[in-house]
């Protein structure tokens, strides 16, 4: 079928040399407005959204495949195949993503793992690679077709909204909100760290809010402020649960340099300077829910009044109803608000936490630089952990405290090693003293609150790229 496009009124906006229409109104999907910075979508023919059916006995390749822009010649077929006696689950990629990139089936495997799903995969290629905006403006597009076959399902094939469970990446989490925001009832949209630029600033009818389905988790990993420099996700609650791992603005083991002409280039057009190591963040969201699919390792969310808090180890432990878990089972707890947990830098990435104090020597001069630890316990040696998120000064008898995380079951603490570390050609170590004096270090398990040991520095020197193993507690 041809789709017509009826451009009602185009509006040339004065003063920013951009000539655009503002509403673009298609007969079956309504009005789609512009505000200026993001376009109204392209054509369908254009954004050409494919809807990809996976089941379990067909879960490597498709059972059966659409293009919505021919939703009268095909839908016939895509319902006769999904079965809606079954739950069904909805997967959407972001901006620059296909419905065959890797954690796409990835997490359609892991799913049909988990349960018998019907696995529908929208796959919007052609119109998430574009100029971001555009992309953005495409969303809206692509959420009003998921929306249109959805509601025909539900008229007509008995499809209950209730067992309707959205998982969307980025600017697929934002098409999420799009999709609930058309349908009433939806049982569940799960949020990989949704997208932020462009959206930030939106009523919540232009955005994914816990309003879109009865129940909203979150997962945000690279909430930075939006400055050009980093933070593609959205930072502020959204859901009626939201998980920020790692305090959800920059991830262990992602080593991004922020590369501002590849951040320029995601917003203005040039695809190939997308690269992984300024996504790693943002992608690591989508990491964690789909090991959180299967894996027998709980990834618990702590409630705390703000990430800093948490990291500084105030609020650990689980309240009476027990720690809610991030991931595909977050649903099953009643509590509602922000949590915060502490992950691996590499997969598995769930972790046990343990919180970790450092007490700088009275007899140590400023230094500046990062610290690791690596802890050893009865059942062996945890990775090198990165202790302080970032460089800093540490000063005499300064105390440094954070929660970290390791994927190794080590069992009881017995020694720990901290290795320091400088930062090469840095003007901030010109003026410092090239070594730090630890006095001891207070550890404790963020489970049991009373479970706390101390080990002890004895005021001795760490060098740069030299370590100290501290195994005593006595004499300090
Ligand atoms: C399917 O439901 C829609 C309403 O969503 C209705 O307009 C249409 O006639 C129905 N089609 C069939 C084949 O029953
Ligand atoms: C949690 O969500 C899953 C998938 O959407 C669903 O099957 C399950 O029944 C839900 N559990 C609870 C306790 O709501």
């Known amino acids: 079928m041809l789709t017509l496009v009826f451009v009602c009124c185009v509006v040339f906006v004065t003063g920013r040399g951009v000539t655009s229409p503002q509403t673009e109104c298609l007969p079956e999907f309504g009005c789609f407005i512009s505000d200026g910075i993001v376009p109204v979508p392209q054509q369908p023919a254009v954004v050409d959204t494919h809807l990809k059916l996976f089941t379990r006995s067909s879960p490597h390749s498709p059972r059966t495949s659409f293009a919505v822009d021919q939703f009268d ?21 972001g901006y620059i993503g296909s419905g065959s990139m890797p954690w796409v089936v990835q997490i359609t495997s892991e799913l049909l793992l988990k349960g018998d799903f019907n696995v529908i995969v929208v796959d919007w290629q052609t119109g998430s690679q574009q100029e971001y905006n555009l992309a953005v403006g495409n969303s809206y597009l692509v959420g009003a077709e998921v929306a249109k076959v959805l509601t ?79 933070g593609y996700g959205f930072l502020a609650p959204m859901g009626h649960v939201d998980f920020y791992p790692n305090g959800g603005q920059h991830q262990p083991g992602c080593d991004e340099k922020p590369i501002i002409s590849a951040i320029d ?11 992984r190591s300024v996504t790693c963040s943002h992608n690591r969201a989508v990491d964690l829910y789909i090991e ?3 894996s027998a390792c709980r990834f618990y969310g702590h409630t705390c009044s703000s990430a800093s808090k948490f990291d500084d180890g105030s609020c650990m432990g689980c309240s009476v109803g027990g720690c809610p878990v991030m991931g595909y089972d977050s649903n099953q707890t009643s509590q509602r608000g922000s949590f915060y947990l502490s992950t691996a830098g590499s997969a598995p990435f769930c972790a046990r936490e343990y919180y970790v104090e450092i007490h700088v020597s009275h007899l140590a001069s400023t230094s500046y630089g990062e610290l690791l630890v690596t802890l ?27 929660v970290i995380g390791t994927n190794t079951d080590i069992g009881h603490v017995k020694s720990l090693r901290v290795k320091y570390v400088e930062p090469s050609h840095n003007h901030h170590t010109s003026h410092t003293a090239h070594e730090i004096r630890l006095h001891s270090v207070i550890m404790g398990s963020t489970e049991r609150s009373n479970d706390r040991v101390k080990f002890c520095g004895h005021e001795n020197g760490i060098h740069p790229d030299g370590s100290l193993t501290l195994s005593s507690s006595l004499n300090c």
């Open 73 to 93: 010649s095909h839908i016939n077929k895509f319902a006769s195949l999904l079965d809606t006696t079954k739950d069904t689950k909805v997967i959407v990629h």
């Open 152 to 230: 025909y399902l539900h008229d007509n094939r008995t499809l209950d909204y209730v067992r309707v469970h959205i998982i969307g990446h980025s600017l697929g989490g934002q098409i999420a909100g799009h999709i609930g925001y058309r349908i009433k009832g939806i049982g569940r949209i799960s949020g990989l760290d949704p997208a932020e630029p462009d959206f930030r600033d939106k009523d919540t009818s232009r955005r994914l809010d816990q309003s879109d389905a009865t129940f909203v988790d979150i997962i945000h990993t690279d909430g930075s402020k939006f400055k050009l420099l980093s």
């Open 265 to 275: 280039s995601i917003l203005h057009g040039s695809i190939g300077g997308a690269t």
């Open 292 to 294: 959180s699919i299967n």
């Open 376 to 402: 050893t316990g009865m059942n062996g040696g945890s990775e090198e952990i990165k202790f302080s998120p970032r460089n800093e000064y540490f000063r005499r008898d300064q105390v440094e405290k954070h």
